[in-house]
């Protein structure tokens, strides 16, 4: 009998790192609608994300480019720094400051093929003047998708049989 699994070698395939970072003071947050400020300032591209209000509680999931603009605008304070004056902008801009915590991909370098757990290792890269994130424990959040039995799982395992 054959079996019908392939072997492949992934080890050059993008990670996925979840991180919980503390208010930046990066102005560079409130650059209007453009999605590749999470390139520019983290070297990858956030996937999802989650704001905690001042009143200590999270978010629902923002999705970059889906449901994520921003009810205010940029006004005069910010326009002096990085955005412009009555321009719209991603609710990432409370980026700066707000904790938050997002999903993030950014390509596998090749320094980073023996690391095990890249959130609590390998995450502080991003931007050395911050402390280093953290993993993030947390309760499942049921107001996102949750998988189903029949759902593929990441990383090439196998869902389990019923």
Not at 38 to 59: E, P
Request: with cysteine; glycine share 4%.
């Amino acid at each position: 009998m054959t079996s019908d699994y392939l072997l492949h070698d992934i080890s050059t395939q993008d990670q996925c790192l979840e991180v919980t970072s503390p208010a930046s003071r990066d102005h560079r947050w409130y650059q209007g609608l453009s999605l590749h400020v999470d390139q520019d300032i983290l070297g990858g591209r956030i996937v999802a994300y989650k704001i905690r209000w001042f009143n200590n509680k999270w978010s629902s999931w923002f999705v970059p480019g889906v449901n994520d603009i921003d009810h205010k605008f940029n006004d005069s304070h910010f326009s002096r720094n990085t955005a412009r004056h009555n321009t719209m902008r991603r609710m990432w801009s409370y980026f700066y400051d707000h904790e938050h915590l997002y999903i993030i991909y950014r390509p596998k370098r090749q320094e980073d093929s023996s690391i095990a757990h890249p959130i609590s290792q390998n995450s502080t890269h991003f931007n050395r003047s911050r402390p280093p994130a953290q993993p993030t424990p947390h309760e499942p959040d049921y107001n996102f998708p949750q998988p189903r039995p029949d759902d593929a799982v990441l990383g090439g395992e196998v869902p389990p049989t019923a």
